[in-house]
C-alpha cells in the first residue's frame, strides 16, 4: 500500500501565493513567512482576498509545488508533513515506510530531520527575539573580500578551510576535536576563511563551536555550514557570528534562494550557493545577485568523488558566463594534493573549501602547507 508523498518546498511562489492568499500557508506548508516576506507577497493571515477557503487543498499546493520541483530539477524531496500513513491491525497501529516517506539518501535524511529541527528551534528562539539580539552583534566580516584577497595575494585559491568533526560518510574524522585550537591553527596557517559545521546529529557540530570560534578572537570570516531550509536560519546563524551561509540547489528552489540573498544582503553576509550538475548551474546563473558558487564534487545520489565536475561545470558559455558576472566559484570535494588544486585552479576557481584532507593531520595548520605545496600564510 502506498502513503501519499508531498513534496514541500518552503515558500510557494508568488503566483501561487496569490492564488492562496486566503489561506494559512503557515499550517499547509510547514514554512514561517518572516514579516519581511510576508509583506512583499502581500500575504499576511486572515487576509480576505474574496476567495473561498473550502476550495484550496493541500493537494492543489502539492500539485503546482511538484511542478516547480520537476522544473527546476531539485533532486531533495522535503518531508511529507503528515509522516509515513497510519495503518492499523486491529488494536494495533503501524507506519508502512515507502519510497514517498522513506528518505532516498543521506542529504534527504539530513533535510527531513532538518525540517523538524529547525521547527523545535523556533519554538524556543522566535523571529523577533533574534532580530532583537542582531542589535548587539558586530557587523558581518568581508567573506567574499577575503577570498579574493588570499587569490591576489597567493596566486593560489584562497582556502575555506572547515571546522569538522565527522560526517555522516566518514564517521568520526578528528577524536581530539577543539574547535578553537583548530581554527586558531588554520588561521595561522593561511587560511582565509573557515567553515564551521553546525549540524550536530549527522556532523557532531554545533552552533556553540561557530560562536565560541568568533569570541575567541579569530579574524576570518565564517560559513556557518548549515542545511537552511528557512530564512528563520540566517538570522539565528547571524545572531552566533556567522558572516556566510550555505544554500544548496538541490534542496531549495530559485524563489527561495532569491529571497534568502536578499536577507543576507540585508545582514551584511555572503552567501555560498552549492550546485552539483548543469542544471543547478543554469539555475543559479540565472539568479540575480548570486556572487558565490560552489562547485560539489560529490555525486549526491551514489557520493562518488570526481573533481573533473568542476571543469565541466566551467566550460564554454557557462565560464564565460561567469566571468562576466565576476562570480567567484568555489570548489568542493575531493581536494587532497596540490595537483588537485592545480587542476580545479586551472578550470577557473579562484576558492577551495577543503575539510577531510585537514582535520584528520595532527597538525592542521601544516597540512595547509601540504596541501597546496608550499606556505600561504604570508
Request: overall charge negative.
Amino acid at each position: 500500500m502506498e502513503g501519499l508523498c508531498l513534496t514541500l518546498q518552503p515558500f510557494p511562489s508568488f503566483s501561487i501565493q496569490r492564488r492562496l492568499s486566503a489561506f494559512n500557508l503557515h499550517r499547509l506548508t510547514r514554512s514561517s513567512f518572516t514579516p519581511l516576506r510576508a509583506q512583499k507577497s502581500g500575504i499576511t493571515e486572515g487576509s480576505d482576498s474574496g476567495l473561498d477557503d473550502s476550495k484550496v487543498t493541500e493537494q492543489e499546493v502539492t500539485m503546482y509545488q511538484n511542478e516547480v520541483v520537476e522544473s527546476q530539477g531539485i533532486k531533495i524531496r522535503r518531508r511529507p508533513p503528515t509522516g509515513p500513513p497510519l495503518h492499523y491491525v486491529g488494536p494495533f497501529e503501524f507506519r508502512l515506510q515507502n519510497e514517498g516517506n522513506t528518505p532516498r539518501n543521506i542529504l534527504e535524511e539530513i533535510v527531513w530531520n532538518k525540517d523538524k529541527e529547525v521547527a523545535q528551534m523556533k519554538e524556543r528562539k522566535p523571529l523577533y527575539s533574534l532580530k532583537k539580539a542582531l542589535e548587539n552583534v558586530p557587523p558581518a566580516r568581508d567573506f567574499i573580500g577575503a577570498l579574493r584577497d588570499a587569490n591576489q595575494r597567493t596566486g593560489l585559491p584562497g582556502l575555506i578551510a572547515e571546522v569538522k568533526k565527522a560526517s555522516p560518510s566518514r564517521g568520526i574524522l578528528r577524536e581530539d576535536f577543539n574547535p578553537v585550537e583548530i581554527a586558531q591553527a588554520y588561521e595561522k596557517g593561511g587560511a582565509a576563511c573557515l567553515s564551521v559545521l553546525t549540524d550536530e546529529k549527522y556532523f557532531k557540530g554545533s552552533f556553540e563551536n561557530l560562536q565560541a570560534i568568533r569570541e575567541a578572537g579569530v579574524k576570518c570570516p565564517l560559513l556557518m555550514k548549515e542545511f537552511i531550509v528557512e530564512a528563520w536560519q540566517i538570522y539565528y546563524g547571524r545572531s552566533k557570528g556567522a558572516d556566510a551561509i550555505l544554500l544548496i540547489a538541490s534542496v531549495l528552489p530559485d524563489l527561495d534562494i532569491k529571497y534568502m540573498i536578499k536577507i543576507c544582503k540585508i545582514l551584511g553576509m555572503a552567501t555560498l550557493v552549492e550546485v552539483h550538475d548543469e542544471r543547478e548551474m543554469d539555475r543559479v546563473l540565472a539568479i540575480e545577485g548570486v556572487e558565490l558558487i560552489g562547485i560539489n564534487n560529490r555525486n549526491l545520489e551514489t557520493f562518488e568523488v570526481d573533481i573533473g565536475n568542476t571543469k565541466k561545470l566551467l566550460e564554454g558559455a557557462r565560464g564565460e558566463l561567469i566571468r562576466q558576472k565576476d562570480i567567484l566559484v568555489v570548489g568542493e570535494s575531493g581536494l587532497f594534493t596540490p595537483e588537485d588544486i592545480a587542476f580545479v585552479q586551472e578550470a577557473g576557481v579562484k576558492a577551495v573549501l577543503v575539510g577531510e584532507s585537514l582535520i584528520k593531520q595532527s597538525d592542521p595548520g601544516k597540512a595547509i602547507s601540504a596541501l597546496f605545496g608550499r606556505d600561504v600564510s604570508e
